[in-house]
Antibody, heavy 121, light 107 residues
Framework: EVQLVESGGDLVKPGGSLRLSCAAFGFTFSSYALSWVRQAPGRGLEWVASISTSSSSFYYADSVRGRFTISRDNAKNSVYLQMNSLRAEDTAVYYC??????????????WGQGTLVTVSS | DIQMTQSPSSVSASVGDRVTITCRASQGIDTWLAWYQQKPGKAPKFLIYGASSLQSGVPSRFSGSGSGTDFTLTISSLQPEDFATYYCQQGKSFPLTFGGGTKVEIK
């Protein structure tokens, strides 16, 4: 079964840092682009970042560029999101999502269950 | 950035009703459009890609159409499990962007 499992969400103070992890199961991890998408409480979906299969390309939303870093370890079947200089507006459930087909960045399937990041003093 | 606008933001419907949700892009995106379904407390589920291609396993009562800037998601006969929030998303260019969502509620 294809599955993504996020971890690392927590309560953190403004200005703090957090690293999210996403472990993948059931598919050839190195063949798929991976992304992070977030959802603030009661709000819609916001794409955050994407990384190519070989880590040669990265894309970020303007709202996180320079503060967040996406990375992956194909040997560990995992993708990460390093979040620095966190702000209250970063509070959200963060979903890890796979490209819907090999090499595809543009559609997301499947999604993990999400991990909650709360930024508050 | 390409802005995605969905309408309506919510719709009340009964089981068996036909429901249509629209999504408009701020510039042409050909057929680089996907639809997702999200139920409360759950991750989104991928329904349609390329504006009209049904993802494997998705019931045939779901259909998508459109190209350029105007798109629709239609549920031909609403089932109890279809009450959820639906999002469109453009895949034409980064930053990838979602519509604001349409909540389908029970009348």
């Amino acid at each position: 079964e294809v599955q993504l499992v996020e971890s690392g969400g927590d309560l953190v103070k403004p200005g703090g840092s957090l690293r999210l992890s996403c472990a993948a199961f059931g598919f050839t991890f190195s063949s798929y682009a991976l992304s992070w998408v977030r959802q603030a409480p009661g709000r819609g979906l916001e794409w955050v970042a994407s990384i190519s299969t070989s880590s040669s390309s990265f894309y970020y939303a303007d709202s996180v560029r320079g503060r967040f870093t996406i990375s992956r370890d194909n040997a560990k079947n995992s993708v990460y999101l390093q979040m620095n200089s966190l702000r209250a507006e970063d509070t959200a459930v963060y979903y890890c999502a796979r490209g819907a087909s090999s090499g595809n960045y543009y559609w997301f399937d499947p999604w993990g269950q999400g991990t909650l990041v709360t930024v508050s003093s | 950035d390409i802005q995605m606008t969905q309408s309506p933001s919510s719709v009340s419907a009964s089981v068996g009703d036909r429901v249509t949700i629209t999504c408009r892009a701020s510039q042409g995106i050909d057929t680089w459009l996907a639809w997702y379904q999200q139920k409360p407390g759950k991750a989104p589920k991928f329904l349609i890609y390329g504006a009209s291609s049904l993802q494997s396993g998705v019931p045939s009562r779901f259909s998508g159409s459109g190209s350029g800037t105007d798109f629709t998601l239609t549920i031909s006969s609403l089932q109890p499990e279809d009450f959820a929030t639906y999002y469109c998303q453009q895949g034409k260019s980064f930053p990838l962007t979602f519509g604001g969502g349409t909540k389908v509620e029970i009348k």
